[in-house]
């Protein structure tokens, strides 16, 4: 049984009179461990997948299991606390809390947990090792650059060791160099740590690190690419290119 | 489901210096506005239902019975109510009746300043009516001599700081000089706001040859000794009226003012409510990505709601507190010269307590509306803001 699984998806908007469908009857299988870009032209469907994959967004029809949950029955508590335990979001702007240090931050989603708090001290620092910024833990985050707040924002997502790791353009905000940094920390999760990871994607260099690739046109799939075509993929892969 | 911590609600109050300052003062202002309109309504009841005691019954001229200043009696009126009212009290020999003159005239202070005052005329009989008159500093007045004692309220109106610096204080009264002799307590009744002047010295200066009334102590609470005397004595044209009846009916007569207090100043609170909110809600609404991010990890909209009160309450409580510690510093016992006379404002725990109240009660209304009305956006767009 895949991970992931769409039948039928479709998610309508209603902006006036107007009826906006950027996704419609989407079928889509992600098997788990995978590495997944999802590329398109913007408004093609991308993120609100995305958003329906996190469960910040909710199908108007079809069907969306994720590890054998059917989260479009979920209701609006249900759902928090699903999203609390099976899953990992970055952000393109990383979205850190300003007021929180990066240790804080990455605590933030194991406060939803019944844990202890030496337990939650082992993980947390424990992700931020993982992430190579563990001697920032103490920061704000106006006080990192976009590359080590993208790594706490990343910690912040693994924390809670959770089913399935999305990413809305995590390198868009980023310089060349951090982009690379970025995507190979996401490609040792995935290889490493066998974490399934989708991520949100407009730049085909960054797809070098993943296994699979799927393009979406008008809410529609319109192409998918099987496996990955540099999972390993380089900092020199991208020396060549800007990221953006 | 666990919500956010608390350090996150506090520091984000430090987000906006300017925002904190507004808030906190906008809910000081509400605070210290319930505060002054509840140390007001408690300080006039406070001054009110200490004034008449039930043993105590006036006799005023009738037609006067909504004002004792209007009054005018006879100056035979005293030898014979102690002669003719059966359970008046007696002291040594002496009976408990006493007559006077209410009257308020201005006076001019020691540093010219000029304020109208109660001022009563009253013989050493006063003291065994007014049971609860007790000279705090100095001695009583001496008639002929251009004394007066005054009221511990009284003396804060003519600039004095405390009782030991009035004694010896002068007052002007139509250009005449008086000193202070003495600084009268009574328990927080009307007594403590008037100047008593003895009664022949205020006869002259007052040019009348009338008396306001006759108090006199009974032994009892039973008035039917004394109504019976007014109703076989028409000639005198008395009516004779409990002290305690007296006060209370005075209080009637300013319930009216006691309630636009109240209303004001729920009105101006609203007022606060209404600024807060839209401060709260720029505060906010500046912070919708954050708080789409915080759902988007599993926080749900209640815990956030609550996370986003307790940054408004807090912020409310600390204007509350600095307001609350000013007022209590600044305004309690404070006097206020009414037209039944002087009185302290005076801020107790009840009143403290309900202006905390407000104030807190502003932060959590304040936040309630712009943090749902925040969190009415979808996680997506909210994830798309600023």
Known sequence: MSLIECRQLTRTYRRGDQEITPLRDLDLDIEAGTFLALMGPSGSGKTTLLNLLAGIDRPTSGSLVVDGREIHHLSRGALAAWRASAVGYIFQLYNLVPVLTAYENVELPLLLHRISRKERHRRVAAALDLVGIADRSDHLPRQLSGGQEQRVAIARAIVTDPTLILADEPTGDLDRESAVSIMDLMARLNRDLGRTIVMVTHDPKTTEWCDSVLHLEKGRLAEAEGEATTPMASESNLESEDVR | ?386
């Open chain 2, 1 to 386: 489901m666990p919500g956010l911590p608390l350090d996150y609600a506090i520091r984000n109050l430090g987000r906006s210096p300017s925002r904190l300052l507004l808030t906190a003062t906008g809910s000081g202002l509400v605070v210290a506005l319930v505060i002054g309109a509840g140390g007001f309504i408690n300080g006039m009841q406070q001054a009110l239902r200490t004034s008449g005691s039930e043993r105590n019954v006036i006799l005023i001229g009738i037609g006067s019975e909504e004002s004792i200043e209007r009054s005018e009696i006879p100056m035979s009126t005293p030898t014979i109510a102690a002669a003719s009212i059966p359970d008046v009290v007696s002291h040594a020999g002496t009976s408990a009746v006493s007559p006077e003159i209410h009257t308020a005239l201005e006076i001019e202070t020691e540093t010219g300043g000029k304020t109208n005052a109660m001022i009563r005329g009253v013989r050493p009989s006063a003291f065994l009516v007014h049971e609860n008159a007790n000279f705090i500093a100095g001695r009583p007045p001496r008639r002929g001599m251009n004394e007066v004692a005054a009221g511990q309220l009284a003396i804060r109106t003519l600039g004095y700081v405390g009782p030991s610096e009035a004694v010896g204080g002068e007052i002007s009264v139509d250009d005449t000089t008086f000193v202070i002799s003495g600084v009268i307590a009574a328990d927080g009744g009307v007594i403590e706001g008037e100047i008593w002047m003895p009664l022949s010295d205020l006869l002259v200066v007052s040019q009348r040859d009338t008396l306001s009334c006759v108090v006199a102590r009974l032994e009892s609470t039973d008035v039917s000794g004394t109504e019976a005397f007014t109703s076989s004595r028409l000639d005198l044209e008395l009516l004779a009226t409990r002290e305690s009846d007296y006060y209370a009916s005075l209080a009637a007569f300013f319930r009216p003012i006691r309630i636009m207090v109240i209303a004001t100043a729920i009105m101006v609170a609203l007022g606060g409510v209404v600024g807060g909110l839209n401060t709260t809600y720029a505060a906010f609404a500046s912070r919708v990505r954050e708080i789409g991010t915080l759902q988007t990890l599993g926080y749900s909209r209640g815990a956030i709601v609550r996370s986003l009160i307790v940054e408004s309450v807090l912020a409310a409580a600390i204007g509350g507190l600095v307001a609350a510690g000013l007022c209590i510093w600044l305004l309690n016992g404070v006097a206020i010269d009414f037209s039944m006379g002087v009185f302290g404002l005076n801020i107790d725990s009840g009143v403290l307590a309900i202006g905390l109240a407000s104030g807190l009660g502003l932060g959590v209304v304040g936040a309630m509306m712009p943090a749902v009305r925040c969190l009415r956006l979808a996680v997506p767009e909210a994830l798309k803001a600023n």
